[in-house]
């Protein structure tokens, strides 16, 4: 009787230890065991596995190469305009995705005359507004063009001996039909997105780009970067011509259009940043006195 117990209790203890160390197949091999459940409350992965190598280029020539993913379980939701029906597309299978102005204007602004009142009135100011087609190239050459409407994140990455090594956080990006600017501004204020190259080489390509840009081009929303050193901007030389007068007010602007995409985005803080360096760098532009206005704003 006893003998018969101890077997029991021994064939139990095996049965447990395959459970727990995995299971045994006809042939002898062992098969692994499930993998553990995911904690709800642990801390999420810095990288996405299902994010695609490349690179994201906008209107104003800035380019942010990193690892580019949607919102999980998303695909590219665009209309075939050829086959009259809506498209998903996974990421995986894109090459690249063009934007191209389809219409450009100036909107005016309007409001109601009087409370409670249909009656509308012409406010005298104006602001940008823009109509998009997007073309979407596969890896087998087929394109699909159509209006497109989707959020992309690119998680930046670093130089190092690893091959990719994520940045402290991904920037977001909006695909939009028809989107607007701000009242006042001009049409080359709306910077959007033009170009989503994807792959390896569209990596190393984009990466190539970003290297050639200027540094306060190349620096990407929401990425912690060095304190900004205790400089006094130069002294203006009389001597100089017009000609660098402009460039002044070209970079000014440049930089006041990169702000204004990060308030947008919802990079506040940031963008309040890059308004004081504008003031604090560029004193008589234009630019400078925008900034001013739109932190007197806020």
């Known amino acids: 009787m006893s ?12 049965g447990w230890m395959i459970l727990a160390f995995g299971f045994s197949t006809p042939d002898g091999r062992t098969r692994a065991a499930e993998p553990p459940a995911l904690n709800p409350f642990g801390s999420a992965p810095s990288e996405r596995e299902d994010a695609v190598p490349g690179y994201i280029e906008m209107s104003d020539g800035t380019v942010h190469p990193g690892q580019i993913y949607l919102t999980r379980d998303k695909r590219l939701e665009i209309f075939d305009g050829t ?7 996974p990421l995986r299978a894109v090459k690249q995705v063009e934007c191209k102005v389809q219409k450009e204007w100036m909107e005016k602004e309007w409001k109601f005359k009087e409370l409670a009142s249909d009656e509308k009135m012409y406010t005298g100011r ?39 090594v994520p940045a402290a956080s991904a920037e977001r990006y909006l695909l939009n039909q028809r989107n607007k600017g701000e009242i006042g501004d001009d049409s080359k204020s709306l910077v959007y997105v033009k170009w989503i190259k994807l792959g390896e080489e569209a990596l190393a390509e984009g990466r190539r780009k970003a290297a050639q ?28 011509g017009t000609d660098d007068v402009d460039k002044t007010e070209q970079i000014a602007a440049s930089k006041l259009r990169l702000a204004k995409v990060l308030a947008a985005g919802g990079k506040v803080d940031i ?27 806020r």
């Not at 104006?126 to 050459?141: F, K, N, Q």
């Not at 087929?142 to 989707?150: D, E, H, N, V």
């Open 3 to 14: 003998d018969r117990i101890g077997r029991i209790r021994l064939s139990f203890a095996v």
């Open 83 to 89: 086959l009259q029906r809506q498209r998903e597309v």
């Open 126 to 164: 104006t602001y940008p507004a823009r109509e998009y087609l997007h073309v979407i190239t596969l890896h087998d050459d087929r394109t699909i063009t159509g209006p497109l409407s989707a959020v992309v994140y690119v998680q930046p990455v670093v130089d190092s001996p690893a091959p990719l």
């Open 213 to 240: 840009q200027q540094p306060e081009d190349t620096e990407r929303p929401g990425v912690a970067r060095p304190p900004v050193p205790q400089l006094v901007p130069p002294e203006p030389n009389p001597a100089e």
């Open 271 to 297: 963008a309040k940043q890059r308004y004081l360096e504008i003031i604090r760098f560029h004193p008589d532009t234009k630019a400078a006195a925008e900034a001013r206005r739109l932190l007197e704003e």
